[in-house]
C-alpha cells in the first residue's frame, strides 16, 4: 500500500525542509539502472491501465508540476514517463516568458486556462511557480508586471498563500495535484552543460543564459526552499527526487504518480441491470 505521507521525498507540511539536507543521488539502497529501467517499464503499464480508468470514472482530473534548474531532465523525464498513456488522455503544457496577453491578467490566469478537464492528465513544464522562484530571484521582472504601485513589501507570501488558496480550490473539485522538483547538483549541471557544448546533438539545447542563471545558484536555492515549504501540503505535495541519476530520478516519479492514482480506487462506470438485460436483444440484432 501506497504511503504518501511517510514517502523520504515528500516535503513536510512544517516548514522543515532544507535543500542543503536534500540529496541529489539516489540512496545506497537504491536499485540498479538496470532495475530502474525495468521497474520503470513496470509502472509505465499500470499507467496505462490506470489512465484508462481515471478517464471512463470521470471524476477526478490528475495534475502534474515540473519544476527545476536547467538540465535536470523535465522533459526526459514527462516522456519517459508518459510515453505508455493514450495521448488523447494527456496534455503537456510548458510556460516560459509570459505574453502581453497574459500580463494583463493575474499571474495564476494563464495556467488556470490550461488545467485538465475531469478524466485526463495533465503536464505542467514549469508552472505559476515560477511567479516566486525566477521573478523572486530577478525581482526586476515585477516591474513588467502592471502591479499596483507600490509593489507590496510581502508580494511573496501573498504569493504563496495564492497559490495555496489556488491548489486548495482544486482539490476541492477533483483535481489531484503533484508536484515534482527535480533536484540536480551544481557539479552535476555543469557536466550536462559541457556536454551540450561537446556533443553536436545536443548543441541545439545550450544557452548562454543558462549559464548566467548558474551564477545565482545559491539564489536560486533558497527561493525552492521557500517555495516547497510554504506550499507542500496534503493536497498538493511536493516531491523532491534526486535528479543526479536519471534512470532513479524517472523510476521514482512513475512511481508516485501510478500509486497515487490507484489509492482513488478508480472504476468503471456500473451499467444497470435493466440497461444489461438490453444488451441480449442488441446482440441478436448485430447477429443477424
Same mark, same amino acid.
Given at each position: 500500500?501506497?504511503?504518501?505521507?511517510s514517502?523520504?521525498y515528500?516535503?513536510?507540511a512544517d516548514n522543515?525542509?532544507r535543500?542543503?539536507?536534500?540529496?541529489?543521488?539516489?540512496?545506497?539502497s537504491?536499485?540498479?539502472? #538496470? %532495475?530502474?529501467?525495468k521497474r520503470?517499464?513496470?509502472?509505465?503499464?499500470?499507467?496505462d !491501465?490506470?489512465? +484508462?480508468r481515471?478517464y471512463? =470514472?470521470?471524476?477526478?482530473?490528475?495534475?502534474?508540476?515540473?519544476?527545476?534548474m536547467d538540465?535536470?531532465?523535465?522533459?526526459?523525464?514527462?516522456?519517459?514517463?508518459m510515453r505508455g498513456?493514450?495521448?488523447?488522455?494527456?496534455q503537456v503544457f510548458?510556460?516560459k516568458?509570459p505574453?502581453?496577453l497574459e500580463?494583463?491578467?493575474?499571474f495564476?490566469?494563464r495556467?488556470?486556462?490550461r488545467?485538465?478537464e475531469?478524466?485526463?492528465?495533465?503536464?505542467f513544464?514549469?508552472?505559476?511557480?515560477?511567479?516566486v522562484?525566477?521573478?523572486?530571484?530577478?525581482?526586476?521582472?515585477?516591474k513588467t508586471? #502592471? %502591479?499596483?504601485?507600490?509593489?507590496?513589501?510581502?508580494?511573496w507570501?501573498?504569493?504563496? !498563500?495564492s497559490? +495555496?488558496n489556488h491548489?486548495? =480550490?482544486?482539490?476541492?473539485?477533483?483535481?489531484?495535484?503533484?508536484k515534482f522538483?527535480?533536484?540536480?547538483s551544481?557539479d552535476?549541471?555543469r557536466?550536462r552543460?559541457?556536454?551540450?557544448l561537446?556533443?553536436?546533438e545536443?548543441?541545439?539545447?545550450f544557452?548562454q543564459q543558462?549559464?548566467?542563471?548558474?551564477?545565482?545558484w545559491?539564489?536560486?536555492?533558497?527561493?525552492?526552499?521557500?517555495?516547497v515549504?510554504?506550499?507542500s501540503?496534503?493536497?498538493?505535495?511536493?516531491?523532491?527526487?534526486?535528479?543526479d541519476d536519471?534512470?532513479f530520478?524517472?523510476?521514482?516519479v512513475?512511481e508516485?504518480?501510478t500509486?497515487?492514482?490507484?489509492?482513488?480506487h478508480l472504476?468503471y462506470p456500473a451499467v444497470?441491470?435493466a440497461k444489461r438485460q438490453t444488451?441480449?436483444?442488441?446482440?441478436?440484432?448485430?447477429?443477424r
Amino acid at each position: 500500500m501506497f504511503d504518501a505521507a511517510s514517502h523520504p521525498y515528500l516535503v513536510p507540511a512544517d516548514n522543515s525542509f532544507r535543500y542543503d539536507r536534500a540529496s541529489t543521488q539516489p540512496p545506497k539502497s537504491a536499485p540498479s539502472k #538496470k %532495475l530502474c529501467e525495468k521497474r520503470l517499464q513496470w509502472f509505465i503499464k499500470n499507467l496505462d !491501465e490506470v489512465q +484508462r480508468r481515471l478517464y471512463a =470514472h470521470d471524476k477526478y482530473a490528475l495534475l502534474l508540476i515540473f519544476q527545476a534548474m536547467d538540465t535536470a531532465g523535465k522533459d526526459g523525464t514527462i516522456r519517459a514517463v508518459m510515453r505508455g498513456v493514450n495521448p488523447a488522455g494527456c496534455q503537456v503544457f510548458s510556460f516560459k516568458q509570459p505574453s502581453h496577453l497574459e500580463l494583463d491578467h493575474d499571474f495564476l490566469w494563464r495556467t488556470t486556462c490550461r488545467l485538465p478537464e475531469r478524466g485526463r492528465i495533465g503536464i505542467f513544464n514549469r508552472s505559476y511557480y515560477e511567479e516566486v522562484l525566477v521573478v523572486r530571484v530577478h525581482p526586476e521582472y515585477l516591474k513588467t508586471q #502592471k %502591479l499596483p504601485i507600490p509593489i507590496s513589501p510581502t508580494i511573496w507570501d501573498e504569493r504563496y !498563500e495564492s497559490i +495555496r488558496n489556488h491548489e486548495l =480550490h482544486l482539490a476541492h473539485n477533483g483535481t489531484i495535484i503533484l508536484k515534482f522538483w527535480l533536484h540536480v547538483s551544481k557539479d552535476e549541471q555543469r557536466r550536462r552543460l559541457l556536454a551540450r557544448l561537446t556533443e553536436p546533438e545536443k548543441h541545439w539545447k545550450f544557452s548562454q543564459q543558462d549559464l548566467q542563471e548558474r551564477k545565482l545558484w545559491k539564489r536560486y536555492m533558497a527561493a525552492y526552499e521557500a517555495a516547497v515549504n510554504a506550499t507542500s501540503r496534503s493536497w498538493a505535495p511536493w516531491y523532491v527526487i534526486p535528479a543526479d541519476d536519471k534512470p532513479f530520478m524517472r523510476m521514482c516519479v512513475a512511481e508516485i504518480i501510478t500509486q497515487t492514482l490507484e489509492c482513488l480506487h478508480l472504476q468503471y462506470p456500473a451499467v444497470s441491470r435493466a440497461k444489461r438485460q438490453t444488451f441480449a436483444k442488441f446482440r441478436k440484432q448485430l447477429q443477424r
